[in-house]
């Protein structure tokens, strides 16, 4: 197999950006240029001090440090990065389409053949090419129609290696991966590009954690993998609105299950509700893959862990409102977290968006304290969901950069993040300066319900 040196990577987003460092790092023999349209987010990954790079990801900053300029770099230099690489990552986003045929369900897939097309026009030698966003199955088969119908000589090879990281672990998981993925053509020359990919991350990866599939095996994969993790969280969060009506605990029925090895401990965890930019747009997409075979069961199956998901962010919100006497109108409202998740400055389909859009609805007077997220970002992410004007958004909506500015005098605290700082602050003087009766609504089940009941709060915590 072709021994590769040059990689480029289209997409310094939240996957190409921490993906690529890794590589960087654990390959110092092969330069690695991550590129992007991007001119913003480029020179963010540039900033000479490497805590200012866009993504934030615990130990990200420090594996930048350490290969950027040797053999990781970043560039709007799109065309020069392709022509000279022999191996081509594309890392570009695939949100939900939001207009024409599959509006709202279908992964649109424009940028991704904007690359493809890019590829095969600057391309003067062969290369292999490799899906890392996360695509429909059979999207492969597009991107090789454009590539060989380019009337130059050039030889491509198309392989799929999805991307299982999770935000806030990234660094982690691209160190010591469950598995690598790698689906490729059963020709000679697909298992010939499949052993070139497989040589750059036995750098570091046990070899028998690297598999090997075929190509629509590898792209259905992925969708499978987030579909299953997904239905866990809905799973659990359905059975937490029935602790809440029987006494039981969710906390517990967790553990008693997790402890069963053909189910695992881990994402048992009842929350408001999932977030993040893969769960709902990959679990749309499989539905309407599904749907697009006749398969309406199989779609519906799987559509209703959005619907449960929906019904928990909104169920959320609602006791808030029921809690404070039907009315939250006027009210300080103090949000303790913005983030879809702790340890990352992401808040894409974030619950506290929806959440926050909910009691703006009823005309709560939002203040939000996130370690990580900005101001902007917030409002944002707000005025995106157009539910009312910009200027109402920030009449309504205050940001502090403080937790316990950010609850003072409020009626109510909801945690929608469960950041670590949260478990350690000083509760008694966060509830002196509140509203009474001061009222805590834990949406991560992060505090200890006993000891602030104890300092005075009312404390909701889901399934409990
Ligand atoms: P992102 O939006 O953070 O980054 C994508 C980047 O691609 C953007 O910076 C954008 O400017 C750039 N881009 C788009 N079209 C381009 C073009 N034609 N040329 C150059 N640059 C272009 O997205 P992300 O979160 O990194 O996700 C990328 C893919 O990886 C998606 O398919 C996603 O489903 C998948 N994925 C994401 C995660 C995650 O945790 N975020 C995990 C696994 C897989
Ligand atoms: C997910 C997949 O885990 C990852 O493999 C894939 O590559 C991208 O999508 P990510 O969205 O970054 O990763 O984070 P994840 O840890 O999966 O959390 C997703 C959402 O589910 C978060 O909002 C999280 O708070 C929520 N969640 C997770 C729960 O509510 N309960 C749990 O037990 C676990």
């Given at each position: 197999a072709k021994k590769i040196t040059k990689i480029c990577c289209i997409g310094a987003g939240y996957v190409g950006g921490p993906t690529m460092a890794v590589i960087a790092q654990k390959c110092p023999g092969i330069k690695v240029t991550v590129v992007d349209l991007n001119q913003a987010r480029i020179e963010a990954w540039n900033d000479p001090d490497t805590n200012n790079i866009p993504v934030y990801e615990p130990g990200l900053a420090e594996v930048v440090a350490e290969a950027r300029g040797r053999n990781l770099f970043f560039s709007t230099a799109v065309d020069e990065a392709i022509a000279e690489a022999e191996m081509i990552f594309i890392s570009v986003n695939t949100p939900?389409?939001?207009?024409?045929?599959?509006?709202?369900?279908?992964?649109?897939?424009k940028y991704i053949e904007l690359c493809a097309r890019q590829i095969a026009r600057v391309s003067k030698t062969d290369k292999i090419i490799v899906e890392k966003s996360t695509l429909p199955v059979r999207t492969a088969e597009a991107v090789k129609s454009i590539l060989q119908?380019?009337?130059?000589d050039v030889q491509f090879q198309i392989l799929s290696n999805p991307e299982f990281l999770a935000e806030g672990t990234a660094v982690e998981d691209l160190h010591a991966p469950d598995r690598i993925l790698i689906g490729g053509d059963t020709t000679p020359e697909g298992q010939d590009a499949i052993q070139s990919l497989v040589d750059v991350y036995s750098n570091w990866v046990p070899r028998e954690r690297i598999l090997t599939t075929n190509l629509w095996s590898s792209e259905l994969s992925k969708l499978t993998a987030n579909a299953f993790l997904a239905q866990r969280v809905s799973s659990i969060n359905a059975l937490s609105e029935l602790c809440e009506h029987t006494g039981a605990d969710i906390s517990e029925v967790s553990r008693s299950i997790g402890t069963d090895s053909r189910i695992?401990?881990?994402?048992l965890n009842a929350s408001v509700g999932f977030g993040g930019s893969c769960f709902q747009k990959d679990i749309l997409n499989l539905v309407y893959i599904a749907r697009s075979y006749g398969l309406q069961q199989v779609a519906d199956y799987w559509e209703q862990v959005i619907i449960m998901n929906d019904h928990q962010k909104r169920r959320f919100g609602n006791k808030i409102v029921k809690t404070l006497y039907n009315t939250v109108s006027g009210k300080k409202i103090a949000f303790l977290g913005w983030a879809f998740k702790k340890d990352t400055n992401d808040t894409r389909e974030s619950p506290a968006i929806f959440v926050a859009d909910n009691l703006l609805n009823e005309e709560a007077k939002v203040a939000v304290y996130d370690p990580k997220v900005s101001e902007q970002q917030i409002l944002g992410d707000l005025n995106?969901?157009?539910?009312?004007?910009e200027a109402k958004n920030a009449e309504l909506v205050t940001t502090f950069d403080n937790a316990y500015e950010c609850c003072k005098g409020a009626h109510a605290i909801a945690i929608l993040t469960e950041w670590d700082e949260f478990k350690t602050y000083d509760w008694e003087q966060i509830y002196q300066n509140m509203t009474k009766p001061a009222f805590l609504f834990d949406g991560r089940n992060v505090v200890d319900k006993k000891k602030l009941t104890e300092i005075g709060f009312k404390v909701y915590t889901i399934g409990k």
């Open positions: 939900t389409k939001t207009y024409g045929t599959g509006k709202g369900m279908a992964a649109d897939l119908n380019t009337g130059n695992g401990p881990k994402f995106y969901l157009q539910s009312r004007n």
